[in-house]
């Protein structure tokens, strides 16, 4: 029987144009892909009809599978068989989408398995909205940091600290946290004018595009029932926004 791998592949951000030409052959050579949520429904279309799709997507309240150590199992049963196994996530598998846990999962079951990194919603969600995370006048310095944390975790993000030592923060998954972040970002030392954008379902049909600044971005969110996905940009390079827009919905 010939060997199985793992690959485990980023998807990019949601345009499927996005994604990478390494990460179309390998999806073109699966035997099995285990894909999460927010995968272009374009790119999934496109594979061919004898794959086998496992899907193990997440969100609040809502798990098809029980738990994230499920997928790891699923990965390496698949493995075990010989099977080409692929990975899917969202943006890039090594950031913020568990692919380092499940490849660590990987190498104690004693599965080959391969890294495809994949265009991270964090540059390139910005980008579609117009703003460059860094720029010679405004930004020299970026932070990626994620606004959901394992609750478990005994050091969680240092907001305050945060608050001053970089020029561009971009957060993940922050939605709904978004009024505690400003406010310690504030306590931490940021000006209330500082700037602030956020992006639902960037590089998407769907992409819409919100500014202002930390004063006023938390009523924003409510007042536009601001949803997840979505990215926020803290910082001066927001207001290349309106210069710089170029993405038409």
Request: hydrophobic share 40%; charged share 25%; with cysteine.
């Amino acid at each position: 029987m010939k060997k199985g791998k793992v690959y485990l592949v980023g998807a990019g951000p949601g345009d499927p144009g996005l994604l990478t030409t390494k990460a179309r052959d390998i999806l073109a050579r699966a035997d099995v892909i285990v894909y999460d949520r927010l995968i272009a429904r374009q790119i999934l279309q496109e594979l061919p009809k004898h794959i086998v799709k496992i899907y193990v997507g997440k969100r609040s309240g809502t798990h098809p599978i029980p738990g994230q150590d499920a997928i790891p199992r699923i990965l390496v049963t698949n493995a075990e068989k010989g099977k080409l196994v692929v990975r899917l996530k969202g943006g890039d598998p090594f950031l913020f989408g568990r692919g380092g846990e499940e490849a660590q999962k990987l190498r104690e079951a004693g599965v080959d398995f391969e890294i495809v990194p994949g265009i991270t919603s964090a540059l390139a969600v910005p980008a579609y909205a117009g703003i460059p995370v860094t720029h010679r006048k405004y930004a020299s310095s970026v932070a990626i940091v994620t606004g959901h944390e394992d609750p478990k975790k005994s050091e969680r993000v240092d907001w305050k600290k945060l608050a001053t030592a970089v020029d561009t923060i971009i957060v993940l998954m922050g939605v709904g946290n978004l009024q505690s972040i400003l406010k310690s970002l504030v306590e931490g030392g940021c000006n209330t004018e500082t700037p602030v954008a956020i992006v639902e379902r960037g590089t998407t049909k769907r992409q819409r595009v919100t500014v202002g600044t930390i004063r006023t971005m938390t009523a924003q969110a409510v007042e536009r029932k601001m949803k997840p996905p979505a990215v926020i940009i803290v910082g001066d390079v927001v207001k290349l926004q309106k210069e710089l827009s170029w993405f038409k919905t």
